[in-house]
């Protein structure tokens, strides 16, 4: 049974941020990049344990796939099989606030 993802709402300000960000010089690729952000999760609901454990947390639930420089946290609900995508973060930003 594959896992249902929804977005949390840090997660979609975040989406509406980078694409904000990126159509400041080129709005047709900010839509492409965030159309591909989001097409980066897609495996999790087949594959809901795919990414890594994050080290910071060092919680089997909480884990992250990166997708060019951001980290993607998710945080794995079994009980209810769902994934529940909780910040899309850039590197340079330093230590994620989850």
Do not use: C
Not at 77 to 93: L, N, Q, S, Y
């Amino acid at each position: 049974m594959d896992y249902k993802i929804i977005f949390s709402d840090p997660s979609i300000e975040d989406l509406k941020n980078i694409v904000r960000f990126i159509a400041q010089d080129n709005p047709d690729a900010a839509a492409r990049f965030g159309a591909k952000l989001i097409e980066s999760v897609r495996n999790l609901s087949t594959f809901p344990r795919l990414g890594r454990v994050i080290p910071e947390k060092k919680d089997e639930d909480i884990r992250e796939i990166v997708f060019k420089s951001y980290r993607i946290f998710y945080r794995v609900k079994g009980g209810d099989h769902t994934i529940e995508i909780v910040r899309f973060w850039h590197a340079a930003r330093g230590e994620a606030k989850l």
